[in-house]
């Protein structure tokens, strides 16, 4: 089963930032956090991962609390492009990706 | 620098059947991972390959095999085919227990 809970479905207006919540309560110390979005039918792609630290990539920032359980994907300047299905997995490196429901993200014109 | 590739894109199988899906990874990646996605769910992970082995199996029937050549491709097969098998086929790679990249998929129609 999946150790992160995502809302199920968010809007969001084009141009404006997406901040995507999860929550993983139970994440062990090895176990970094990690970001796949999926456009209709196509393969999942990789966005970003980080273990305690904020990341910042092309693509997104992602923030993690300081106690790891819970952490936001922020996408700044969200488009069309960007509506898909978000799977925040915690995932040790070792084992496989377990994924969960996500959030479908819809970007509003 | 070319991604995971998958062929074919599309297939359609009757019941009973046998079929083999294709993965080339990314270069430098050495491990290929499979996972099945039905419609509406998220990908659920079938096995995984390293140094032509399988190193970690997901809850699959024996029906689902594979292989892993030299060139660290892979092969997914799928045995007496059911209705139920109809899903999207992703293939990731990655270079040992690092970051998966996924491929576009198969999906595969059993009628």
Redesign the interface.
């Given at each position: 089963d999946?150790k992160t809970t995502q809302p199920p479905s968010m809007d969001c207006a084009e141009g404006r930032a997406a901040n995507l919540p999860c929550n993983h309560s139970t994440i062990s110390g090895n176990e970094y956090v990690?970001w796949?979005r999926q456009i209709h039918?196509?393969?999942?792609?990789?966005i970003i991962?980080g273990l305690k630290n904020n990341e910042t990539n092309e693509m997104a920032s992602l923030i993690i609390t300081e106690d790891r359980k819970s952490s936001t994907l922020i996408l700044p300047h969200a488009t069309l492009r960007d509506t898909a299905v978000y799977?925040c997995i915690v995932h040790p490196?070792?084992?496989?990706?377990?994924?969960?429901?996500?959030t479908r993200l819809s970007v509003i014109a | 620098d070319a991604g995971v590739t998958q062929s074919p894109t599309h297939l359609i199988k009757t019941r009973g059947q046998q079929v083999t899906l294709r993965c080339s990874p990314k270069s430098g990646h050495d491990t290929v991972s499979w996972y099945q996605q039905a419609l509406g769910q998220g990908p659920q992970f079938i096995f995984q390959y390293y140094e032509e082995e399988e190193r970690q199996r997901g809850n699959f029937p024996d029906r689902f095999s594979g292989h892993q050549f030299p060139n660290y491709s892979s092969e997914l097969n799928v045995n007496a085919l059911l209705l139920g098998d109809s899903a999207l086929y992703l293939c990731a790679s990655s270079f040992s227990f690092e970051t998966q990249y996924f491929g576009p998929g198969t999906r595969l129609l059993v009628l």
């Amino acid at each position: 089963d999946a150790k992160t809970t995502q809302p199920p479905s968010m809007d969001c207006a084009e141009g404006r930032a997406a901040n995507l919540p999860c929550n993983h309560s139970t994440i062990s110390g090895n176990e970094y956090v990690y970001w796949y979005r999926q456009i209709h039918s196509q393969g999942p792609q990789y966005i970003i991962h980080g273990l305690k630290n904020n990341e910042t990539n092309e693509m997104a920032s992602l923030i993690i609390t300081e106690d790891r359980k819970s952490s936001t994907l922020i996408l700044p300047h969200a488009t069309l492009r960007d509506t898909a299905v978000y799977y925040c997995i915690v995932h040790p490196g070792n084992t496989p990706l377990v994924f969960g429901k996500g959030t479908r993200l819809s970007v509003i014109a | 620098d070319a991604g995971v590739t998958q062929s074919p894109t599309h297939l359609i199988k009757t019941r009973g059947q046998q079929v083999t899906l294709r993965c080339s990874p990314k270069s430098g990646h050495d491990t290929v991972s499979w996972y099945q996605q039905a419609l509406g769910q998220g990908p659920q992970f079938i096995f995984q390959y390293y140094e032509e082995e399988e190193r970690q199996r997901g809850n699959f029937p024996d029906r689902f095999s594979g292989h892993q050549f030299p060139n660290y491709s892979s092969e997914l097969n799928v045995n007496a085919l059911l209705l139920g098998d109809s899903a999207l086929y992703l293939c990731a790679s990655s270079f040992s227990f690092e970051t998966q990249y996924f491929g576009p998929g198969t999906r595969l129609l059993v009628l």
